[in-house]
């Protein structure tokens, strides 16, 4: 099985900006269908399927345990690193109003 990532920032370079969307996706070959995927992180499952979904909020390695229809076993992991997203500043110049003027900032 091979695992895939597609963030929609650049399909798996395995990169994400802090609170954007990562799909995984576990493309299982040769074997028995039909193919049993679980998703884990550490030793917590986190879903099933061929593909999970996921935000997380600090670099994390994902780990897909397949499982054919013949009981045969593979386990590949996918570490997405997770970027903070680059602060936003906003600034004032000092401005001087007279009496009875109007300014836009």
Known sequence: ??????????PDDGTICNGAPVTLTAAPSGGKSPYAV???????????????TVSPPTTTAYRAEVTDGNGCFLSEEKTITVNPRPP???TSLP???CPGETTTT
């Open 95 to 97: 401005v001087t109003i």
């Open 38 to 52: 679980k998703w884990f992180v550490g030793a917590t499952e986190v879903g099933t399927g061929l593909s999970l």
């Open 88 to 90: 936003a500043a906003i």
């Open 1 to 10: 099985a091979s695992l895939s990532e597609s963030s929609g920032t650049a």
